[in-house]
């Protein structure tokens, strides 16, 4: 491996960017082709309802009906998931108000809407469960018949009651987060083409596209090598779509129907019929002593996860393993617990349980840290995880967590200049700090390899044939870079074709923070493959023997020093029909012999990715408005490949956390609706966040990542929340234990507790 | 519902155009003419800047004007803004900044900069978080957005 | 695609011909009736009156002391006015905080004002300038105080047959401050959790010797507050009266509980706003008597 990069680290300018700029870039509700049907869904107006009568008659009497669909038209299996509990169209009953139900396919999307609207659903309503905490006490109505606690997860190490029996202070606290949406720009979308040699071709905006086909031939009845899925750009993912919902929805529709469907859902649909982040409540006692060492921590959680499991219990596994935080406890002991309500699900969403979960011990440290009189920065330094740590999950860390203390002192640098700040007349400014932890890689037991393929093109270029499609995040241009390091390649000369499951391998989800340094690996181990078939190439045609011919930089040397360019024998190799074509491919590590066996699937996580975030506020007191001013977001990448594109991570990042902090609240409104649109629901707009946005990456390369890099795209969200509500406490007194922060809350708070610099809010959710 | 017929120029060409009436702007550029770069993400909301092109000059989103309010008017849209598709000194921009990620509020972006950028000329950092609040983006957080702006300002001075 | 038909207007003339019909609802930016059309919150059947090439609807000028506003000029032709600057800044800083450039470049004052939302932000303004619209239709046009045009949330008196016209009010005379002041809940394109405007005019002394406060988001329209007013009214402005005029206004207000905030906060902040935009009303008078 070159230690002098040359491309690894510099701000190389992806390559769709101008496709994008330009608006040539076409997201799959771009692709309108000639004679596509639409389809809309008719969906569930109620939480929870039997299904008593569907009537299609007047639908299909409509001008321009192609079909009206049900979940009995389904061929193959009606259900899917991890947890196949979820139907793809309601079968009976309807669990959340948003379900899809009834499938109407027609010329075009106004008649479809149409004789959507003529549909005749007769339901008879029941009794709904929507709070979690309810819908665990007998006799709550049941989502499923098996229970509503979807899943349970205990981790345990030390010995709890010795703990806090020794330590100095006890105390508890209850913290809740609310439901938030991913909200990418880019709606559900899907588009499905029947072909008369019963195969199907379905575009998808979709993280994990082969799941998505596996599951589209399930619900076909069909051979999974019948269903091609293909993705174009894909307009932001953040989680929300590891969702295979509307995809299979489409097949279904082109199917049945033998021709081509669109499907685009609104933004109304989005809100409710796809994952959101997880509302949680989370119960703290901790135990320290007087010093500020925490010496027990006893978690309880509970995760709202809505009508359907989607990765629900994935993400109650991996918040359970975060409640801890980035700190060392020996006694600690977490039990969490994902629920099944009557509410739009819950699933996958960027941080994955992380952000809950610092949210509660992010704001406990500050308030363990006022109780003893210790500042955040040094309670935090007594307690950090080390080099040599052992986790609640008893795993040992490694150099994963080199670089924490580091960042630690960065934000600790951070605080001490922004304090410095003075606050605009009338404000009162605060700085709060929160540290963050973020698993990578899917846990251990799952299989979490990802697979892809190089080809050295005849004219000497690289062609990444990659088994993931890019999100927007800027994946393929890390794989872009790395290949071409790998191989001493400019930039230019490595390329990517789209993504399509039949010519590409498996290359896995993308999620988990694991792409950079997943794809990254199989990028170089696929290079050594292609220098190696260059060198085998060589040797043949050359008749020289392949131990003295080297590779650098795209060209060949031979034994008499004479070098040839890589294209004189990739032209070579394709004319003969051989084209140097070679599987690169990466597994993320859960050694044996140092992952503890002792529990359930996904469970633990080896790698982790640490950071820091500082906010400084401007908070209005009279009024409860939070200005956050700026904002410091320190981060171990563990190297970085593309600068801009790392930036632009945690700059998105911190801004998604600042609208979980301050605006963002998919609730129920008092007409018994969700939020479902962007007037009511508030993302931070560019008047909304931070002008001093500051990124500090530290890089503590990982032994094993690709040149060092470990990964970023979720932890940069984690931390915003917990320095926001931190800091608001450092300027006005007031402790919000239950997110969002709203002017309302502030102001609840501050009409008894002004400068009283007392915990406050109380939680309600 | 009724049709009309409508008269406009579309990135520089005259157009007639027999159409139904009841249909915004939005969707006859992207049904009609192909033009998909303005693009749908609040549902006509009117929240989220995606859909921005420009009437007479202005920047507004397509997805509430309806067809028979450009009669007569000029509309200008992200595939029009360089007569040969190459590269406009505001996209150049964006891409040199880093400000595109997932793409997808771009096009919307990028319009509502040209708009800025033709009656201000050299907009203060307040000016242009003004400008672009219409715009919603998920991915970048704006502060390379803003950066694009401010690059696109210099150079477009430059070049005058 | 909308469910509705379109009918645009060539002249006022047509417009008052076509508004008979019952199902006529004019069509000016758009930025209220669309999405309210797709939100399927607006009764049916509709006719849309398209009366984008009414440009006669679109001016702001000054004769004998009054200005005229045309019922389609839009925020951003509004916020631009020198004359609006000069006359009446906080109707300025009240359109300017509509929405998006966007929205501005398409929203009418017209439309503002007919939409009749209790957090219409250019209406509180356009209360304390006592302004009056003038409603036309095809035999008659009449004249109405603002202040009795928006009857109800989303409710005005226009009859069936009527458009609003043009919106008129008084230069204010000298010695004269005004200001908006709206608190939302976030800063880019936020609706007005609470919005309040203010005009005060002093005598040579500095005492306030003519006084309007009003409120947008506090009532089911946007309102006057008459016991603010009195107690503003013949005194000398101090934090201490301000405050007692914010006192004075809740029996005025009558907020709800949304989504965006509850009644209780909306009266608090209604009366933090208040005193805030008293302060800044008297300091702008007060530049005006030196
Ligand atoms: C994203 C967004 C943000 C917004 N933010 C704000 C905000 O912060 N504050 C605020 O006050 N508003 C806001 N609005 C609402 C809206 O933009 C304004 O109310 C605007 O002024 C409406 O004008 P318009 O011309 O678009 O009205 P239209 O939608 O065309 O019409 C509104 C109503 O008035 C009637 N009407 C219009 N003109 C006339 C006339 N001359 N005579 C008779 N009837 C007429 C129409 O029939 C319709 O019923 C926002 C809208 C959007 C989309
Ligand atoms: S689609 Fe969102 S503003 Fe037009
Ligand atoms: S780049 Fe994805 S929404 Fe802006």
């Known amino acids: 491996m070159t230690t002098n990069t040359s491309v690894i680290g510099k701000p190389e300018i992806r390559k769709d960017a101008a496709f994008k700029a330009t608006g040539k870039a076409q997201y799959t509700a771009d692709l309108q082709p000639e004679h596509a049907a639409y389809a809309v869904l008719v969906r569930s107006p109620h939480h929870h309802a039997d299904i008593l009568s569907i009537d299609k008659t007047l639908a299909l009497q409509q001008p321009g009906v192609i079909a009206v669909i049900t979940a009995e038209d389904i061929p193959g299996l009606k259900t899917f998931g991890l947890i196949p509990d979820q139907p793809a169209l309601a079968i009976n009953v309807v669990r959340h108000i948003g379900e899809p139900v009834v499938l109407v396919v027609a010329a075009d999307k106004a008649s479809a809407q149409s004789a959507a609207s003529k549909v005749v659903v007769e339901y008879k309503k029941l009794n709904a469960v929507l709070d979690p905490i309810e819908a665990l006490i007998d006799p709550s109505p049941l989502v499923h018949p098996a229970g509503n606690l979807l899943a349970q997860f205990n981790v345990e190490s030390g010995d709890l009651d010795s703990g806090f029996s020794k330590a100095d202070i006890v105390f508890e606290e209850t913290f809740t987060t609310q439901r938030v949406a991913p909200a990418y720009m880019e709606m559900e979308t899907s588009l499905a083409s029947y072909h008369p040699d019963g195969t199907i071709s379905v575009w998808v905006s979709s993280q994990e596209p082969f799941i998505d086909r596996a599951r589209i031939a399930a619900a076909l009845n069909l051979e999974v090598e019948k269903v091609h899925v293909l993705s174009t750009v894909i307009g932001g993912a953040f989680g929300g779509k590891e969702d295979s919902s509307l995809a299979i929805i489409t097949a279904i529709a082109a199917w049945i129907t033998k021709g081509t469907v669109r499907m685009v859902n609104n933004r109304s649909e989005s809100f409710v019929a796809h994952p959101k982040r997880h509302p949680v409540k989370i119960h703290l006692k901790i135990g320290a002593m007087n010093d500020g060492t925490i010496i027990a921590l006893d978690g309880k959680v509970w995760l709202n996860t809505g009508a359907y499991a989607s990765y629900g219990p994935a993400v109650g596994s991996l918040l359970t393993e975060m409640v801890a935080g980035p700190y060392n406890i020996p006694n600690v002991t977490i039990e969490t617990k994902v629920i099944y309500t009557h509410t739009p699900y819950s699933g996958a969403m960027r941080g994955f349980g992380s952000p809950q979960a610092h949210f509660a011990i992010e704001s406990a440290m500050d308030m363990l840290a006022e109780r003893l009189n210790i500042d955040a920065v040094e309670i935090r330094r007594k307690n950090i995880l080390q080099t040599g740590d052992t986790l609640p999950t008893r795993v040992h860390l490694n150099e994963t967590a080199l670089g924490l203390e580091p960042i630690l002192q960065h934000a600790s640098a951070a605080v001490a200049r922004l304090r410095k700040v003075k606050a605009k007349p009338g404000k009162h400014s605060g700085v709060g700090l929160a540290l963050a932890m973020q698993s990578m890689g899917l846990g251990n037991g799952i299989p979490d390899n990802s697979n892809h393929r190089l080809e050295w093109l005849p004219d000497g270029r690289v062609l990444i044939h990659l088994g993931v499609p890019d999100l927007g995040q800027g994946l393929v241009t890390v794989a872009e870079q790395i290949t071409a390091e790998a191989l001493g390649l400019p930039f230019e000369q490595v390329v990517s074709s789209p993504f399509n499951t039949h010519t590409v391998l498996n290359g896995g989800v993308v999620c988990a923070s694991r792409m950079t340094y997943l794809v990254g690996n199989a990028m170089i181990a696929g290079a050594k493959h292609l220098i190696q078939e260059l060198i085998d190439q060589a040797a043949t045609l050359l008749n020289q023997p392949k131990d003295q011919i080297t590779y650098a930089c795209g060209r060949i040397t031979l034994p008499d020093g004479n070098t040839l360019s890589a294209s004189e024998f990739t032209s070579r190799a394709a004319e003969q029909g051989n084209p140097i074509l070679v599987e690169a491919s990466a597994c993320f590590p859960y050694p044996e012999a140092t992952t503890p066996q002792h529990l359930p699937i996904g469970l633990p996580h080896v790698k982790f990715l640490f950071g820091a975030q500082v906010a400084r506020v401007e908070v209005d007191a009279e009024l409860g408005i939070v200005e956050v001013t700026d904002l410091v977001a320190i981060h171990d990448p563990g190297k970085v490949i593309n600068r801009l594109g790392a930036e632009g991570q945690i700059e998105g990042g911190v801004v998604m956390g600042i609208g979980y902090a301050l605006y963002e609240d998919m609730s129920l409104k008092s007409n018994d609706q969700w939020i479902n649109c962007f007037t009511e629901y508030l993302l931070p707009t560019s008047l909304d966040v931070p002008i001093n946005l500051e990124v500090q990456m530290l890089e503590y390369p990982e032994g094993d990542g690709p040149y060092g890099a470990k990964g970023l795209a979720e932890i940069c969200t984690v931390p915003t929340a917990p320095a926001i509500t931190n800091a608001v406490y450092n300027a006005i007194g007031v402790r919000v234990k239950d997110l969002p922060i709203t002017p309302e809350k502030l102001y609840q708070a501050s009409q008894t507790h002004i400068g009283n610099h007392q915990d406050t809010t109380e939680s309600k959710r | ?160 | 695609m909308f469910d509705c038909e379109v009918n645009v207007a060539k002249s006022c003339t047509e417009l008052t011909q076509i508004l008979i019909e019952p199902s006529a609802r004019i069509l000016a930016g758009g930025t209220d009736i669309l999405p309210g059309m797709r939100k399927n919150s607006i009764g049916k059947p509709i006719t849309l009156i398209d009366v984008s090439q009414l440009n006669e609807l679109s001016y702001i000028r000054e004769h004998e002391g009054q200005i005229d506003i045309g019922a389609l000029t839009t925020h951003s032709k509004l916020i631009t006015s020198p004359l609006l600057l000069q006359h009446a800044p906080a109707l300025i800083d009240a359109c300017a905080s509509i929405g998006s450039t966007q929205t501005r470049n398409r929203g009418t004052l017209g439309g503002n004002l007919c939409n009749a939302s209790p957090a219409a932000d250019s209406v509180p303004p356009l209360l304390c300038l006592e302004a009056v619209v003038t409603l036309s239709s095809h035999d008659n046009q009449r004249q109405v105080p603002l202040s009795d045009f928006i009857i109800g949330p989303g409710r005005t008196c226009l009859k069936q047959g009527e458009y609003l016209d043009h919106i008129t009010f008084a230069v204010p005379q000298k010695h004269t401050g005004t200001s908006f002041m709206k608190l939302g809940r976030r800063n880019g394109m936020s609706i007005a959790v609470v919005s309040t405007s203010v005009l005060l005019r002093l005598d040579q002394q500095g005492n306030i010797e003519y006084a309007r406060v009003a409120f947008g988001s506090a009532a089911p329209t946007p309102i006057c507050s008459h016991h603010a007013e009195a107690a503003l009214t013949g005194k000398t402005p101090s934090a201490q009266l301000f405050s007692e005029a914010a006192q004075a206004m809740r029996t005025d207000i009558n907020p709800i509980d949304d989504l965006r905030a509850s009644r209780e906060y909306r009266l608090h902040s209604a009366g933090v706003l208040l005193q805030r935009a008293l302060q800044t009303a008297w300091h702008q008078a007060e530049m005006d008597l030196r």
């Open chain 2, 1 to 160: 519902m009724n049709k009309l017929t409508v008269h406009f120029t579309l990135n520089q060409q005259s157009i007639r155009l027999e159409t139904l009436a009841a249909r915004s702007l939005l969707d006859v550029l992207r049904e009609d003419f192909a033009l998909t770069g303005a693009k749908d993400s609040c549902g006509g909301d009117g929240e989220c800047g995606a859909c921005t092109i420009l009437l007479d000059g202005e920047a507004v989103n397509a997805c509430l004007v309806l067809i028979s309010q450009v009669e007569g008017r000029h509309v200008l849209t992200i595939e029009g803004l360089t007569p040969d598709g190459s590269l406009h000194p505001i996209q150049n921009a964006y891409v040199q900044a880093g400000a595109i990620q997932c793409g997808y509020c771009t096009p919307g972006m990028v319009m509502a900069t040209k708009a800025l950028l033709d009656h201000t000329p050299q907009p203060d950092e307040t000016q242009i978080r003004e400008a672009l609040a219409g715009n919603l983006c998920r991915c970048t957080g704006y502060t390379k957005i803003v950066q694009a702006v401010q690059f696109a300002a210099t150079e477009l001075h430059h070049d005058n």
